[in-house]
């Protein structure tokens, strides 16, 4: 490890943003040294080191927002991209943004994870602890607790979920799967009841909206007005393509809306798709650019 410790570029306009990250990796007990760009062109300028950037040390990790004046964040990803030294940093994307549009659009552009605001701490140190570089430092830390790298799947098709099941093992995730059929035995799950007392937080929970017993827009709005489960990324996963679903569905929180593909190339792109919300899965890193 460095002596200065790991150095992290932040590339925020929001000053209440900065400020809640600033304390979240102060708590992170992580050396690390925060330089901090207002604008997209003041970032692109610390990474080029250009003017009274000149002696500005290479980061470790860049946070990116997307929605920067001056110069956007994916301007930013495009520029890092065609660097040589400046494409082999971790990019990892900070925004609000949750249209499936932005999310190919950094994928393509190479970012290597996207993480929802508002962003917990616990979704930040799993960001560091596998995207930074000097992991060890980050077990020193105390930051290298297990995740326990598994997605929830709420599904109750029998179909789609033999199409989940080929293309995660078509994807090489390292992640376990676990699917469960109804919405009541999904809220049993992630609040660890009954038989679920050791069950595992998933990473990543992609839920169906029509199911028995428990509808998925309850399930979500469940999810994300628990304390213990409100910052769990949450896919909607349907065959509905109705605006009032999709509306819905953001409204109460979920990260992305996806209707479900019918021919199997399309299951595997949308595979590809869901990946971008696991940066912090064990063992598992996201998904990018070529």
Not at 12 to 22: A, G, I, M, Q, W
Not at 29 to 42: C, F, K, N, P, Q
Not at 79 to 95: A, C
Not at 128 to 137: E, F, I, P, S, T
């Amino acid at each position: 490890m460095r002596n200065e410790g790991l150095h992290v570029l932040l590339a925020e306009d929001n000053e209440d943003d900065v400020v809640c990250l600033k304390e979240m990796l102060a708590d992170s007990r992580l050396t690390v040294s925060l330089h901090i760009a207002r604008d997209g062109l003041e970032a692109l300028r610390f990474l080029m080191k250009h003017g009274k950037y000149k002696e500005a040390p290479t980061p470790d990790l860049v946070l990116l927002d997307l929605g920067l004046p001056k110069v956007t964040g994916f301007e930013v990803l495009q520029y890092m991209r065609k660097d040589p030294e400046l494409s082999r940093l971790p990019k990892l994307v900070l925004t609000g943004l949750s249209d499936s549009r932005w999310v190919e659009q950094g994928i393509e552009m190479g970012a290597d994870a996207y993480l929802m605001k508002p962003l917990s701490p616990a979704v930040l140190r799993e960001a560091l602890r596998l995207h930074l570089r000097d992991g060890a430092a980050l077990k020193a830390a105390g930051t290298g607790e297990e995740t326990g790298g598994e997605i929830l799947i709420v599904e109750d098709n029998d179909d789609d979920v033999l199409l989940f099941r080929e293309a995660l093992a078509g994807a090489r995730w390292e992640a376990s799967c676990r699917f469960i059929k109804d919405g009541d035995e999904a809220m049993s799950y992630l609040l660890k009841e009954g038989v679920y007392a050791q069950a595992r937080r998933p990473s990543l929970v992609v839920l169906d909206l029509h199911l028995p017993r428990r509808d998925g827009l309850d399930v979500l709005h469940r999810i994300k007005t628990n304390p213990r489960l409100w910052d769990l990324p949450v896919v909607i996963f349907s065959t509905s393509d109705r605006e009032e679903d999709i509306r819905q569905s953001y409204e109460r929180g979920a990260c992305l809306y996806v209707t479900k593909p019918a021919r199997f190339e399309e299951f595997q792109s949308t595979v590809r798709k869901l990946s971008f919300w696991l940066p912090f899965m064990a063992g598992q890193t996201v998904m990018g650019g070529a």
